[in-house]
Structure formats: C-alpha cells, structure tokens
Nanobody, 115 residues
C-alpha cells in the first residue's frame, strides 16, 4: 500500500527556514512527478514539483528563489527546503503525486510563520 508521510513543519519567525520531508513507501517514484501542496481553507495549491524521471523542477511564482525541492532516491524521500519564510507561507503542507491522487493525501505538516 502506498503511503506518503510528511514531516518537518513547525513555527518560525519571518525570514526563518524549515526543511520538509516526504517519505514515500509502497512504490518508488522514479516514474512519477511528486509535488508539495499547501492547503489554506479547503483548496490545495501546488507549491513545487519534481520529476522522478529527470529531476526537472517546478515552483509557484511566489516561492521561486526561496524554496528548493530535492529528492533522495536511496531514501525514497522528497525534501522541500524553505528559506526566507513569510507569514503568507503559513499553511498545512502535503506531498502527493502531481497531478495529485486523492487516495494519497496524508496528514500533512503544519508550517506557521509569525512574529
């Protein structure tokens, strides 16, 4: 059974950093795109995505230059390094295939940016 488990969230001040991790079990993501999404209210917003095939990346305009997505094939884990965090980055962050599969939404990890 496929599971994607997020971790690494927390509370930081504006300008701070966090590194989120998405550990994937049940399959290897070599042939899939894996993305980070954030939920504010009921909507999910795609933040970043990485191709399991060639490592190509995508970033939401508002996070370009601040967030970096990477993958560790050996650990079957996707990371999201978030620097220069802003209050508007506050949300619950999830990882999933991109486009997302409704069966793979996990619990997410909360990121709160506040002074």
């Amino acid at each position: 059974q496929v599971h994607l488990v997020e971790s690494g969230g927390g509370s930081v001040q504006p300008g701070g950093s966090l590194r989120l991790a998405c550990r994937i079990s049940g399959y290897t993501f070599d042939h899939y795109n894996i993305g980070w999404f954030r939920q504010v209210g009921k909507e999910y917003e795609g933040v970043s995505c990485i191709s399991g095939v060639d490592g190509a990346t995508y970033y939401l305009d508002s996070v370009k230059g601040r967030f970096t997505i990477t993958k560790d094939n050996a650990k079957n884990t996707i990371y999201l390094q978030m620097n220069s965090l802003k209050p508007e980055d506050t949300a619950t962050y999830f990882c999933n295939e991109d486009p997302p599969d409704d069966e793979y939404w996990g619990q997410g990890t909360q990121v709160t940016v506040s002074s």
